[in-house]
Antibody
Framework: QVTLKESGPVLVKPTETLTLTCTVSGFSFNNNRVGVSWIRQPPGKALEWLAHIYSFDEESYTTSLKSRLTISKDTSKSQVVLIMTNMDPVDTATYFC??????????????WGQGTMVTVSS | DFQMTQSPSSLSAFVGDRVTITCRASQGFGNSLAWYQQKPGKVPKVLIYAASTLQSGVPSRFSGSGSGTDFTLTISSLQPEDVATYYCQKYDIGPLTFGGGTKVEIK
């Protein structure tokens, strides 16, 4: 069974750096055309795509937050990490990671983690 | 900046009604378009991928169409369990932008 699980701090202070980890199980990044995105959702608001890392390790970021985001992958640990700098209360949201199989057999983001709620407050 | 404009932002319809949601891209990109359903407090679930392919297990009353810049999600006969917010998303090459969402309610 393929699962993704997000982990990280529940509470961060303004200006701090947030580090979130997505741990995958049930599949390996090795020899699989699989990408992982980070997506967030402020309370009561819409989904916002943040960043993506492709199977070949290329990265893509949403333009509005590009200067604050870094996504990386540790294949040996089956983890994808998102770093967001200079946190602000408007960054309070549930953060999801989600998996996509790349190529013509893609079913879009068919596996999601359960999400982790991050509150930014002093 | 690439944008996905989804409309309407909300709708209310009777059980059994046909419901249509549209998504318009600021630039054409083929058919790598997905529709997701998110029920309150739940994780989004993919309904449609490749613009018109139904994900396994999704009821056949859901259908998708379109390519290029204009896409549509249709619920042929709205059911009470379809109350949710629906999102479109471009998923081939970044940015992998979501539409703003459509909240569907029952009258």
């Amino acid at each position: 069974q393929v699962t993704l699980k997000e982990s990280g701090p529940v509470l961060v202070k303004p200006t701090e750096t947030l580090t979130l980890t997505c741990t995958v199980s049930g599949f390996s990044f090795n020899n699989n055309r699989v990408g992982v995105s980070w997506i967030r959702q402020p309370p009561g608001k819409a989904l916002e795509w943040l960043a993506h890392i492709y199977s070949f390790d290329e990265e893509s970021y949403t333009t509005s937050l590009k200067s604050r985001l870094t996504i990386s992958k540790d294949t040996s640990k089956s983890q994808v990490v998102l770093i967001m700098t200079n946190m602000d209360p408007v960054d309070t949201a549930t953060y999801f990671c989600a998996r996509i199989t790349e190529g013509t057999s893609s079913h879009a983001f068919d596996i999601w983690g359960q999400g982790t709620m991050v509150t930014v407050s002093s | 900046d690439f944008q996905m404009t989804q409309s309407p932002s909300s709708l209310s319809a009777f059980v059994g009604d046909r419901v249509t949601i549209t998504c318009r891209a600021s630039q054409g990109f083929g058919n790598s378009l997905a529709w997701y359903q998110q029920k309150p407090g739940k994780v989004p679930k993919v309904l449609i991928y490749a613009a018109s392919t139904l994900q396994s297990g999704v009821p056949s009353r859901f259908s998708g169409s379109g390519s290029g810049t204009d896409f549509t999600l249709t619920i042929s006969s709205l059911q009470p369990e379809d109350v949710a917010t629906y999102y479109c998303q471009k998923y081939d090459i970044g940015p992998l932008t979501f539409g703003g969402g459509t909240k569907v309610e029952i009258k």
